[in-house]
């Protein structure tokens, strides 16, 4: 699996593989020190489960500390926020939760939402999350 650069890989347990791009949340650009990332993970074991998960990171920290955690299958919407621009914001619609995000650049954005909506259609097989205001390179 291809990477972004500020990727990070972890096995937990063995049960589980993890993807993470650390990004700033909008509600933390004041607090650089703080920083917000999302996990991707999908478990090994079978029947696989799929999951997005919140992670803190505090300042003086090497270690993340997880804050919200969502089955792949909770996931409603994704929003690139406008397809017409290269723009680093977005926002995750869930269940009952809305989550707004900005990546550290729109090309760190469009490898996330590549990796995410090949997930959704690999993992996903009921409801798929609805991917709007996305560019048409990220559905390839």
């Not at 049960?15 to 999302?38: A, I, K, M, Y």
């Not at 993970?41 to 955690?69: C, M």
């Not at 299958?73 to 269940?95: H, K, T, Y």
């Amino acid at each position: 699996m291809l990477l972004p650069a500020n990727a990070v890989e972890v096995v937990k347990d063995g049960d589980e593989s993890f993807c993470c791009t650390v990004e700033r949340d909008l509600l933390e650009c004041e607090q650089p020190t703080n920083l917000n990332g999302l996990f991707l993970a999908v478990t090994n074991k079978k029947p696989t489960q799929a999951s997005i998960t919140k992670v803190k990171q505090f300042e003086g920290s090497t270690s993340f500390v997880r804050r919200s955690q969502w089955m792949l299958e909770q996931l409603r919407q994704v929003n690139g926020i406008d397809p017409n621009r290269d723009s680093a914001e977005f926002d995750l619609l869930f269940e009952n939760t809305f989550d707004q995000w900005v990546a550290s650049t729109a090309s760190e954005k469009c490898t996330f939402f590549q990796i995410l909506h090949h997930t959704c259609q690999r993992y996903l097989t009921d409801r798929k999350p609805e991917f709007i205001n996305c560019q048409s390179k990220i559905m390839g």
